[in-house]
């Protein structure tokens, strides 16, 4: 079975700093990867995903991330945050051929004005 | 940490059987628990939002009659697949959470209609 880790729990930046949220999943096959967010009082919503071709994959609101094989990560970046990014961020990971998504513990990003 | 429990894992059964999920929390009360969807190579989508005690809300496109959701208690929501058909076959995921904590997903429900 999958498994993935979000290493960090809770970040705090301020605005216009740089974000980037550890995703590590553990598998022994080809995965689809995930990034979604849940802003405060709302339903999650899809950031980004990847499913095959160039591993830098950009998503809505100037998310990217970036799947590594060979590391089995695939961390979301933004170069510069905003008030507006304060939310939950989750992983997840579905093996390919149909199977269950399984998530991240997630991580909460909050965003000093 | 919080936990919540799904069942069943996996359920298989014939065209125009009712089928019901469960979603529970294990160690906290779950004020809001939300149904996805999972078609195979695809994101989860959004079914309905569900608050103990009301009406569930219901995303656009998506059956009332159909799908059935119940939440009766602060750790109990149920949604139940009225006279499945194959194209029903899918994964369903909740996820629950209290107010103004994190939320916490189920391990799914594979749902196979013969």
């Known amino acids: 079975a999958q498994s993935v880790s979000q290493h960090n729990h809770h970040v705090i930046l301020s605005e216009a700093a740089s974000l980037e949220l550890g995703c590590n999943y553990s598998y022994g096959g080809t995965v689809n990867l995930f990034w979604y967010v849940q802003y405060p009082g709302q339903h999650l919503q899809l950031l980004l995903k990847?499913?095959?071709?160039?591993?830098l994959v950009k998503g809505i609101k100037g998310f990217e991330a970036e799947f590594i094989k060979s590391k089995f990560s695939f961390n979301l970046r933004k170069p510069s945050v905003q008030w507006s990014d304060t939310a939950e961020y989750f992983c997840?990971?579905?093996?390919?051929?149909?199977?269950?998504?399984?998530f991240g513990d997630g991580t909460t990003l909050t965003v000093k004005p | 940490g919080a936990v919540v429990s799904q069942h069943p894992s996996w359920v298989i059964c014939k065209s125009g059987t009712s089928v019901k999920i469960e979603c529970r929390s294990l160690d906290f009360q779950a004020t809001t628990m939300f149904w996805y969807r999972q078609f195979p190579k695809q994101s989860l989508m959004l079914m309905a939002t569900?608050?103990?005690?009301?009406?569930?809300?219901?995303e656009q496109g998506v059956e009332k009659d159909k799908f059935l959701i119940n939440h009766a208690s602060l750790t109990l929501s149920t949604l139940t697949v009225t006279s499945a058909h194959p194209e029903d076959s899918s994964f369903y995921i909740c996820?629950?959470?209290?107010?103004?904590?994190?939320?916490?997903f189920g391990d799914g429900t594979r749902l196979s209609i013969l």
């Open positions: 996820s629950a959470r209290d107010s103004g904590t994190p939320q916490h």
């Open positions: 990847y499913f095959s071709g160039d591993p």
């Open positions: 997840a990971v579905t093996p390919k051929g149909a199977g269950k998504s399984t």
């Open positions: 569900s608050n103990e005690g009301s009406k569930a809300t219901y």
